[in-house]
């Protein structure tokens, strides 16, 4: 075999190379290196140590959206899958499937900022349609996304309204991929429903939920199309997440080198996440 077929495989790998070193790999370094520095976009960036990492740790409204942050993980991780799951094990046994799929899929097509201005017309004080509903039963109306007390619930809510059809098709595809033998023998043996589903179907669908809750935890860390349009994570930053943080620190009021900190520590929540996500579902010895 001649040399130059020997680099063939290389050669190949060279442009996905380039691609993960220019558009990953720099951008990444070049973030962690401003985050130890003080740079307002204008002058050359100062070097600054572990200051910007001090000031996150000791800045109530950046606190306030790590756990805002945390608030959004939870709440995606729970409702839009379980509910997911137990829809999408009711419509794997009934008919019409297609129709089922078609529109509980219809709001994943929309961008999350179209989302996110449909619902915040709906929760408006003034004409939105639950304050209607409320007037209509004598209760008058609320300033729903101006409450801080619940305004992140209500966003975590169109988050699960909008991706709710993604996390059900996926783990229909993992229903309907599953074998049959083990679920067989199961029932031949005389377990129940739930005793099949619980010790049987929901091992088997490992696989799947692995990739629906990594996908629910990488875009949940990084929240910041809906809470931004919807309230623009007031009222007084009340509703921040740390993705709006950063965006507010690095590009409204120039202070790159703290909203690359922050950035920074965006990446390491994410990676966290899914590392124990991966430990969690890795097969037992």
Do not use: C
């Not at 070049?30 to 976009?41: G, M, R, V």
């Not at 939870?74 to 009934?94: E, K, M, Y």
């Amino acid at each position: 075999m001649s040399r130059l077929t020997k680099l063939d495989p290389y050669v190949f790998l060279m442009p996905a190379l380039f691609f993960v070193i220019g558009a990953e790999l720099l951008p990444a370094g070049y973030t962690i290196y401003l985050s130890f520095t003080k740079w307002n976009i204008i002058t050359s960036p100062e070097w600054t140590g572990l200051s910007n990492y001090l000031q996150v740790f000791s800045s109530p409204q950046v606190l306030n959206a790590f756990k805002n942050t945390i608030l959004w993980l939870i709440g995606t991780l729970g409702f839009p899958i379980v509910l997911a799951l137990f829809l999408a094990v009711i419509i794997n046994s009934v008919r019409f499937q297609g129709f089922f799929k078609t529109v509980f899929y219809i709001p994943v097509t929309l961008a999350p900022t179209v989302a996110a201005v449909i619902w915040k017309i709906v929760y408006s004080t003034q004409n939105g349609a639950i304050n209607s509903l409320f007037k209509v039963l004598g209760l008058g109306s609320f300033q729903l996304l101006a409450n801080s007390s619940i305004n992140t619930f209500l966003m975590i809510g169109v988050w699960a309204w909008q991706f709710l059809g993604l996390n059900l098709v996926l783990f229909l595809v993992g229903l309907q991929s599953l074998p049959k033998a083990p679920i067989e023998a199961a029932k031949v043996d005389g377990a129940n429903f739930w005793q099949i589903f619980y010790h049987v179907t929901l091992p088997l669908l490992k696989p799947i939920s692995m990739l629906v809750i990594a996908n629910a935890m990488i875009n949940t860390t990084r929240m910041f199309a809906i809470p931004w349009v919807m309230t623009h994570g007031g009222p007084a930053r009340a509703s921040e997440t740390l993705a709006i943080s950063m965006y507010r620190e690095s590009f409204l009021l120039s202070n790159m080198g703290y909203g690359s900190a922050i950035a920074v520590i965006i990446a390491l929540v994410t990676l966290i996440f899914a590392w124990r996500n991966l430990k969690a579902f890795e097969p037992s010895a």
